[in-house]
């Protein structure tokens, strides 16, 4: 039968190397950039992709992997195996959920094809991923994995903060009036990813302030089993380092990486944005 295949998509974090590693199976979204199409993380790069928008002129949008895609990568793993977690994107950010549970039907009945909702993107969705195809690798069943994972997915946290309010107008995540009003007083909503979609959950009018709203989330746990810190910079900014040094006072035995937002996430919420993962320990 062989062991479990796990299946995931490009706008989850994974560390170079971790895919092929654990054998986890990543399906490309895409990046549209005027006319032109680029597969997320192979033909653009978080990099590239910020460079083209403050070059101006182009509003990005990002679109699932087709069902054919997924078809093709599920009949591929069935000749080894007929058990699949195919884990994703939240459904509210993206119709990679869809596409891939309409790509299941077609093994139905010859291939047990599991697709999840991860309710989350980035680390979060890469965190489950790992996780699932970790104890694939060590001979759990599909049902088990499948158990680990929802298990694990009510104790992920994403919190931002952005600078550009008109991403999350386009999104209708705010009103036109609360973006013109925001961008006057310089208001800097936080957001909170909830249930799998992004909700505004309070504004602040400076940086300092912004940080503060952070680092008060993540202190409220009392047991992290992994964070980071998500921005679009590679490299620490001012505002990175001070998150970076309350938090190892308060944490002084964890590590915060800084990791890059991709295409999808600031097709959400923009090139401006800074926020926090969090993973707290789960209790099975």
Avoid: W
């Avoid at 560390?15 to 979204?29: D, F, K, R, S, T």
């Avoid at 001979?139 to 104790?155: K, N, Q, Y």
């Avoid at 999104?171 to 013109?180: C, D, E, L, T």
């Amino acid at each position: 039968m062989g062991k479990v295949a796990v299946v995931t998509d490009s706008t989850a974090f994974l560390e170079p190397g971790v895919a092929l590693e654990l054998e986890i199976n990543v399906v490309q979204l895409s990046v549209h950039l005027g006319d032109e199409v680029l597969r997320d993380g192979i033909d653009i790069t978080p990099e590239a992709f910020f460079v083209r928008l403050e070059q101006g002129g182009v509003i990005p949008r990002t679109s699932p992997p087709s069902v054919g895609t997924f078809e093709q990568v599920y009949a591929d793993l069935h000749t080894r195996t007929d058990e699949i977690l195919s884990i994703h994107i939240s459904g509210h950010l993206s119709q990679t959920l869809n596409h891939a549970e309409r790509a299941a039907e077609s093994l139905l009945g010859r291939c047990s094809i599991m697709v999840i909702d991860s309710m989350t993107t980035s680390l979060g969705l890469g965190i489950l991923a790992k996780a699932a195809a970790q104890a694939a690798q060590e001979g759990a069943d599909l049902d088990e994995v499948v158990r680990l994972v929802r298990g694990m997915i009510p104790h992920i946290y994403i919190v931002l903060y952005v600078d550009q309010m008109d991403y999350l107008e386009r999104g209708n995540r705010i009103g036109r009036a609360q973006a013109v009003l925001g961008t006057m007083l310089n208001v800097k909503p936080l957001l909170f990813v909830e249930d799998g979609d992004i909700i505004p959950l309070e504004k602040v009018r400076t940086h300092e302030k912004a940080i503060e709203k952070l680092f008060e989330f993540v202190a409220e746990f009392s047991e992290l089993e992994q964070a980071a810190i998500v921005q679009r910079n590679p490299s620490p900014t001012e505002e990175t380092k001070m998150l970076l040094e309350r938090l190892e006072q308060l944490f002084p035995d964890m590590e915060f990486p800084l990791i890059q937002y991709g295409p999808v996430l600031a097709s959400h919420i923009g090139p401006s944005a800074m926020g926090v993962v969090v993973y707290e320990t789960p209790e099975f």
